[in-house]
């Protein structure tokens, strides 16, 4: 049986600043590229039968470095859309919502480029993910190259819990994380590793 492999794009000026990134097409820094071209043994000598990536350039980019320049674009692998708080930091927001956290407190709408998105929404999204390279994984490895809190999301709902679980799961840019089985049980088989883990 093979794995599913998470792949977070590599660095950006807005990611590094904390800076809610949906739909902008921000792209990636030099320390970005470098991180995820380190990435590449994560996937070298895999049995990938499958590879998609997110619309965006970063991801595009990361897919290309990391060697699977075959990736399927599929706009299900777009970033959740933050609405009127992209390219805002938490801070920023907190001042004008105390407490304010993306996974319980959603966005508000944004301008036509950025309507925004629920939970649920982005739920669904790596829902159709997930039903669409399940059925592909007893054959070889999957690879999927897209964004932070997307992937979270798509862990939780890989694992059965509901989209807003994906919090518990911390995601730095440039690393890889594999999603598998034990048993007939969906597993988490590593989680948030970074270009050194390989090399």
């Keep these: 049986m093979g794995e599913l492999i998470l792949i977070r794009h590599g660095a950006t ?11 902008t097409d921000v792209p990636l820094t030099d320390e970005g590229l470098a991180a995820a071209i380190r990435l590449s043994p994560a996937v070298a000598g895999r049995q990938i039968i499958g590879t998609w990536t997110s619309p965006a350039s970063r ?32 801070t920023q927001i907190q001042t004008e919502r105390p407490g ?32 669409r390279v399940t059925p592909l994984l007893p054959g070889g490895d999957v690879a999927l190259v897209a964004h932070g809190h997307l992937l979270r999301v798509l862990t939780a709902r890989w694992l059965g819990l509901p989209p807003a679980a994906g919090r518990l799961f911390r995601l730095d840019t ?8 034990e048993h007939a049980d969906p597993v988490i088989s590593s989680w948030n590793l970074p270009a050194a883990a390989f090399g």
């Design 13 to 23: 000026e807005w990611s590094s600043a904390g800076r809610h990134t949906g739909r």
């Design 59 to 90: 991801a595009r980019r990361t897919a290309d470095a990391v060697g699977l320049a075959d990736a399927v674009v599929s706009p299900d692998l777009w970033e959740w859309d933050y609405g009127g708080y992209e390219g805002r930091t938490t």
């Design 100 to 131: 304010w956290s993306l996974w319980s407190d959603g966005i508000v709408p944004g301008d036509a480029e950025h309507p925004g998105e629920t939970i649920e929404q982005v739920g669904h999204r790596a829902d159709a993910v997930l039903g």
């Design 174 to 181: 440039g690393t890889v994380s594999l999603l598998g089985f």
